[in-house]
C-alpha cells in the first residue's frame, strides 16, 4: 500500500539516506526522540550523532517499498535493505510520529 507522506517525513528519509544530520534536524521537533536498534536518542545532539554513525559499519542498498497514513498525525515508510548485516536482508518500519508539523518521534523496527 502506498500512502502520500507528508513532505517533512518524505524531506527526513531523503536526509536519512544520505546520513545528512544538517538536512534531517530541521524536520524533527526540538525534543524528538529517535528509537532504533533497542536504543533512544533524545534531542538533536544524540539524534545527530546516531545518524551520522548509524549503519556505517555495513553495506547496503535500501529500496521505500511501502507507506501508509494511521491519521494525521501518524506514518509508516517501510523500507526494504539488503547488504552484507547479518541476515542479509528485512524490511525496517519508520513509525513517524508529528506535532505541529514535525516529526516528533521515529521508531525504527523489523
Do not use: C, K
Amino acid at each position: 500500500m502506498t500512502t502520500a507522506l507528508p513532505q517533512t517525513v518524505t524531506g527526513y528519509l531523503a536526509a536519512h539516506e544520505t546520513r545528512d544530520a544538517d538536512r534531517a534536524l530541521p524536520h524533527l521537533t526540538r525534543d524528538a526522540t529517535v528509537a532504533d536498534d533497542g536504543h533512544t536518542y533524545h534531542g538533536p545532539a544524540e539524534i545527530r550523532a546516531w545518524l551520522e554513525a548509524a549503519a556505517s559499519e555495513y553495506t547496503y542498498t535500501s529500496t521505500l517499498i511501502a507507506t501508509e497514513r494511521v491519521d494525521d498525525e501518524h506514518y509508516v515508510a517501510t523500507h526494504h535493505l539488503e547488504g552484507d548485516f547479518p541476515g542479509g536482508h528485512v524490511d525496517l518500519h519508520f513509525r513517524f510520529t508529528l506535532a505541529n508539523g514535525l516529526i516528533s518521534r521515529l521508531v525504527i523496527e523489523p
